[in-house]
């Protein structure tokens, strides 16, 4: 069984910058894909960065340039360096992993993490 445990997330203020992490636990699993969702109150879920095993990585374009994702796959860790945050990053973070067992893929989520940025 897969498990994600995220780290970081809190207050900062605008142009400041935080980071977070998350690490898929378990065994008996393939990682193929790790990475971060968002999601603000009445809006819906959207991507923000997502790593790929095979070194790919994939970003929305809101936050291109201002946000880096960088990944471990030994230790099946992901980071995201969040630079120049802005109010409107304000959400929930949710960590997310497409995993192999066996032949069939599926989608964990993690608890999700608040990230607050004020003006």
């Known amino acids: 069984q897969v498990q994600l445990v995220e780290s970081g997330g809190g207050l900062v203020q605008a142009g400041q910058s935080m980071r977070l992490s998350c690490t898929a636990s378990?065994?008996?699993?393939?990682?193929?894909?790790l990475g971060w969702f968002r999601q603000a109150p009445g809006k819906q879920r959207e991507l923000v960065a997502l790593?790929?095993?095979?070194?790919?990585?994939n970003y929305a374009d809101s936050v291109k340039g201002r946000f880096t994702i960088s990944g471990d796959n030994a230790k099946k860790t992901v980071w995201l360096e969040m630079d120049s945050l802005k109010p409107e990053d304000t959400a929930v973070y949710l960590c997310?992993?497409?995993?192999?067992?066996?032949?069939?893929?599926?989608?964990?989520w993690g608890q999700g993490t608040q990230v607050t940025v004020s003006s």
């Open positions: 997310a992993a497409e995993v192999v067992v066996g032949s069939v893929a599926s989608n964990t």
């Open positions: 378990g065994g008996g699993f393939r990682l193929n894909t």
């Open positions: 790593y790929s095993t095979s070194g790919t990585t």
